[in-house]
């Protein structure tokens, strides 16, 4: 059997149990205290796989734009010779960064989200709702460090003469 005993009673428990010696006392609400305080563990290590996926993320696009500079370099020369303006090209690059780092966040926040979802219903039995907001957000977050990450990397292609990107090559 069992019973509610409200806390401000909490001290008569040890007198409860040297009175009936054979009744086993539990408390359930240290149980859930103790569940909760796991829960917000397992948590907190989710974040913190999320924030390395991000800086890994982040790492890898940098090397993308290291091994593509010379790349981007002959294309900044040749657009600029045929008369793009530095800010077109910024354009062109802030588009292009946006549309893959959104792309790449909204895939990352899809996943993150089916997985999470998939862990909470299948594993742990608990009936969890598909969380809509982290697509959409790491979609945004994605985007914007993309462009960031970009635009600081290529800023000084868009502004130096197609010439010396040319000659920069050979």
């Known amino acids: 059997t069992s019973f509610n005993l409200p806390a401000e009673q909490k001290p008569l428990i040890p007198q409860i149990v040297r009175t009936l010696p054979n009744v086993t006392v539990i408390d359930v609400g240290q149980i859930l205290a103790e569940v ?3 829960l917000e563990l397992a948590s907190a290590a989710l974040r913190l796989v ?3 996926c991000i800086a890994a993320g982040v790492a890898v696009l ?4 290291d091994a593509t500079e010379s790349e981007r370099s002959r294309e900044a020369a040749v657009m600029r010779a045929l ?7 910024r354009r062109v690059w802030l588009s292009e960064s ?7 966040g909204l895939v ?16 742990l039995q608990l009936a969890i ?17 993309a462009a ?6 290529l800023s000084r292609l868009a502004h130096t003469p197609p010439a010396i990107l040319l000659r920069d090559e050979g």
């Open 148 to 153: 960031l990450a970009a635009l600081r990397r």
């Open 62 to 65: 940098w090397a993308a734009l």
């Open 36 to 38: 909760q305080r796991v």
């Open 98 to 104: 946006l549309l893959l780092g959104g792309m790449a």
């Open 108 to 123: 990352a926040g899809a996943a993150a989200s089916f997985t999470g979802w998939l862990v909470g219903r299948e594993v």
């Open 129 to 145: 709702a598909f969380n809509l907001w982290l697509p959409l957000l790491s979609c945004i977050v994605g985007a914007v460090i």
């Open 50 to 52: 999320f924030f390395f």
């Open 83 to 89: 008369g793009a303006s530095s800010r077109r090209l």
